[in-house]
C-alpha cells in the first residue's frame, strides 16, 4: 500500500457498493489512511479479491456479500463488523444503480428496483450503521452517495434524480436528527458528475432494462459540458469521501459535496471542433 498518513487511523469504516467503482476507490482510500474496512457488495468475487489484496499489502479489510435492500441482512453485517474490529465509525452509503430511459416508457417494475437500491439501501444502511456508531460512544460521520443528478434535473434519467435528490435531502434531515440526540455523528452527500467508473457499462436503457448494445463512452456523451475539460476517475470521489471521513471536516453536516469538474456552475458554450 502506499505510505498511509492516517487521516482515519483507528477508525472502522463501512462501504456499500464497495468492490468497484467509486466504492473500490473509496475503500482503498480509507484502508491506506489506516481505517479498518469492512467491504459489501453484490459481487463476491470482486469484493472478496478487493480485501485480500488490502490485507496483503499491510491494510485490514473484510468482504461481506449483502443485498442493501434485504433488511434482514442488515443486524448480520453490522454483527460482523463490530466482531471483526470492534466498532463502527463511519458510513459510506455508495451502493446505488442508474436506469436511463425516458419517464414515459420506464416499468414500475425498473422504478420500484431503482429506488429499492438507491433510497431503501441509504435508508436501512442509517437504520442499522447508526445504532452501532452510536454504541462506540465515538461519533462519527455519515457519508451519502449523491449525485449531481440530485441537483438539477436530467432527460432521461428523471427515475435516477428523484432517487439522488432524495438522498441529498434525507442526508440533511438524518444530520438535524443526529445533531439533536447530541451523538457527535455528522452526515453529508457527496454529488459526483461525470466520473469514469463500470457502472457506464451497466446502465439499463429502455423500459425492460437490456443492457446497451454499445456501452456509454463518458467522454463522448458529457466532456462538452465539464469545464475543467476532462472526465475525473473515481479516485477524486474517493479524495471528497476520505475529507468527510475525518476530522477535517469536523464541522460539517447537512452539506452537500459537489465534486464536478464545474458542471453545476451553468453552461458552457458547445465548441465548434
Given at each position: 500500500?502506499?505510505?498511509?498518513?492516517?487521516?482515519?487511523?483507528?477508525?472502522?469504516?463501512l462501504v456499500t457498493g464497495g468492490?468497484?467503482g467509486i466504492g473500490e476507490a473509496?475503500?482503498?482510500?480509507?484502508?491506506?489512511?489506516?481505517?479498518?474496512?469492512?467491504?459489501?457488495?453484490?459481487?463476491?468475487?470482486?469484493?472478496?479479491?478487493?480485501?485480500?489484496?488490502?490485507?496483503?499489502?499491510?491494510?485490514?479489510?473484510?468482504?461481506?456479500?449483502?443485498?442493501?435492500?434485504?433488511?434482514?441482512?442488515?443486524?448480520?453485517?453490522?454483527?460482523?463488523?463490530?466482531?471483526?474490529?470492534?466498532?463502527?465509525?463511519?458510513?459510506?452509503?455508495?451502493?446505488?444503480?442508474?436506469?436511463?430511459?425516458?419517464?414515459?416508457?420506464?416499468?414500475?417494475?425498473?422504478?420500484?428496483?431503482?429506488?429499492?437500491?438507491?433510497?431503501?439501501?441509504?435508508?436501512?444502511?442509517?437504520?442499522?450503521?447508526?445504532?452501532?456508531?452510536?454504541?462506540?460512544?465515538?461519533?462519527?460521520?455519515?457519508?451519502?452517495?449523491?449525485?449531481?443528478?440530485?441537483?438539477?434535473?436530467?432527460?432521461?434519467?428523471?427515475?435516477?434524480?428523484?432517487?439522488?435528490g432524495g438522498v441529498r435531502l434525507?442526508?440533511?434531515?438524518?444530520?438535524?436528527?443526529?445533531?439533536?440526540?447530541?451523538?457527535?455523528?455528522?452526515?453529508?452527500?457527496?454529488?459526483?458528475?461525470?466520473?469514469?467508473?463500470?457502472?457506464?457499462?451497466?446502465?439499463?436503457?429502455?423500459?425492460?432494462?437490456?443492457?446497451?448494445?454499445?456501452?456509454?463512452?463518458?467522454?463522448?456523451?458529457?466532456?462538452?459540458?465539464?469545464?475543467?475539460?476532462?472526465?475525473?476517475?473515481?479516485?477524486?470521489?474517493?479524495?471528497?469521501?476520505?475529507?468527510?471521513?475525518?476530522?477535517?471536516?469536523?464541522?460539517?453536516?447537512?452539506?452537500?459535496?459537489?465534486?464536478?469538474?464545474?458542471?453545476?456552475?451553468?453552461?458552457?458554450?458547445?465548441?465548434?471542433?
Amino acid at each position: 500500500m502506499a505510505e498511509k498518513s492516517g487521516q482515519v487511523a483507528g477508525k472502522v469504516a463501512l462501504v456499500t457498493g464497495g468492490a468497484s467503482g467509486i466504492g473500490e476507490a473509496c475503500v482503498r482510500t480509507l484502508a491506506r489512511e489506516g481505517a479498518s474496512v469492512v467491504i459489501t457488495d453484490i459481487d463476491a468475487s470482486r469484493g472478496k479479491a478487493l480485501a485480500e489484496k488490502i490485507v496483503a499489502d499491510g491494510g485490514k479489510a473484510i468482504f461481506l456479500q449483502q443485498d442493501v435492500t434485504s433488511e434482514a441482512r442488515w443486524p448480520e453485517v453490522i454483527e460482523a463488523a463490530e466482531k471483526a474490529f470492534g466498532g463502527l465509525h463511519i458510513l459510506v452509503a455508495n451502493a446505488g444503480i442508474g436506469i436511463m430511459v425516458p419517464i414515459l416508457e420506464m416499468s414500475l417494475a425498473d422504478w420500484q428496483r431503482q429506488n429499492a437500491i438507491n433510497l431503501d439501501g441509504v435508508f436501512l444502511t442509517v437504520k442499522y450503521g447508526i445504532p452501532a456508531m452510536r454504541r462506540t460512544g465515538q461519533g462519527g460521520s455519515v457519508i451519502m452517495m449523491s449525485s449531481i443528478a440530485g441537483l438539477r434535473g436530467s432527460a432521461g434519467l428523471a427515475g435516477y434524480s428523484a432517487t439522488k435528490g432524495g438522498v441529498r435531502l434525507f442526508a440533511k434531515s438524518v444530520a438535524l436528527e443526529c445533531a439533536v440526540a447530541k451523538d457527535g455523528i455528522r452526515v453529508n452527500s457527496v454529488h459526483p458528475g461525470v466520473i469514469d467508473t463500470p457502472i457506464w457499462n451497466k446502465i439499463p436503457t429502455g423500459a425492460t432494462g437490456a443492457h446497451n448494445n454499445r456501452p456509454i463512452d463518458p467522454r463522448e456523451r458529457s466532456l462538452w459540458m465539464i469545464p475543467l475539460n476532462y472526465v475525473a476517475e473515481a479516485q477524486v470521489i474517493a479524495d471528497g469521501v476520505l475529507f468527510l471521513a475525518s476530522d477535517a471536516s469536523k464541522y460539517m453536516t447537512g452539506s452537500e459535496l459537489v465534486i464536478d469538474g464545474g458542471v453545476m456552475c451553468g453552461a458552457m458554450p458547445r465548441s465548434s471542433q
